[in-house]
């Protein structure tokens, strides 16, 4: 699960995702997957770019396919799930409307700074 957080992780910061965060879910009972990668972007075109950038670098580094992608048609907040790996791709104004990191406040939280 590492490598594909990992992967994640750069495929998001190859298409300059801004404020990435990884959440460890593995402690929760109940939780749907085992992680949570978050980030946004200011344009639903780059929110776009950025789940095409993921899909392709999970298949080519790692030959795993996603399993079901939503939201595509609006770009606005994209989900991206890898079975154990849940992706969530915001458009900023959204992100914070949303706020998912603190609906998961108690777990443990990696944040993702990239060199311009």
Not at 4 to 15: H, R
Not at 28 to 38: E, H, L, T
Not at 49 to 71: M, N, S
Not at 104 to 116: F, S
């Amino acid at each position: 699960m590492d490598k594909l957080i990992e992967t994640i992780v750069s495929a998001i910061e190859d298409k300059k995702g801004k404020n990435i965060v990884s959440l460890d879910l593995s402690g929760f009972d109940g939780a749907i997957c085992s992680a949570f990668v978050v980030c946004n972007a200011d344009s639903t075109t780059q929110v776009a770019a950025i789940a095409d950038g993921i899909e392709e670098k999970v298949q080519q580094t790692l030959g795993e396919k996603v399993w079901r992608v939503e939201g595509q048609q609006s770009a606005l907040w994209i989900a991206m799930d890898y079975v154990d790996v849940v992706v969530h791709i915001f458009q900023s104004e959204l992100r914070e409307f949303y706020r998912l990191e603190e609906l998961w406040a108690d777990a443990p939280m990696t944040r993702y700074e990239y060199e311009e």
